[in-house]
Nanobody
Framework: QVQVVESGGGLVQAGGSLRLSCSAS????????VGWFRQAPGKEREFVAS????????NYKGSVQGRFTISRDNAKNTVYLQMNTLKPEDTAVYLC???????????????WGQGTQVTVSS
């Protein structure tokens, strides 16, 4: 069992930056792909970014490509999402998930955190 905890959310002005962290406890993240998803009020959960267990492969939602960077430090059991040039439409609860498959499909992930709120003001 892997317990997943997100941190780093907050309120930022448009154009600003935030770095989200996703930490694991119980078991290590090693061997698991990790994905970031987000959900805004009244909208469906959507894929943001994913990273393979080794960190060698990454994938991004088109609208965040070039602005967001996902990375991982397996020694620290932590995955990061660096978010730059934030836009009001990035406002959402950001959720981290771990699973055996490197995927953009949320159903492929087994372990989920509670989420961290990101609010971007215009």
């Amino acid at each position: 069992q892997v317990q997943v905890v997100e941190s780093g959310g907050g309120l930022v002005q448009a154009g600003g930056s935030l770095r989200l962290s996703c930490s694991a406890s119980g078991r290590t993240f090693g061997g698991y792909a990790v994905g970031w998803f987000r959900q805004a009020p009244g909208k469906e959960r959507e894929f943001v970014a994913s990273i393979s267990w080794s960190g060698g492969r990454t994938n991004y939602k088109g609208s965040v490509q070039g602005r967001f960077t996902i990375s991982r430090d397996n020694a620290k059991n932590t995955v990061y999402l660096q978010m730059n040039t934030l836009k009001p439409e990035d406002t959402a609860v950001y959720l981290c998930a771990a699973g055996p498959l490197y995927s953009s499909d949320w159903s492929g992930y087994d372990y989920w955190g509670q989420g961290t709120q990101v609010t971007v003001s215009s």
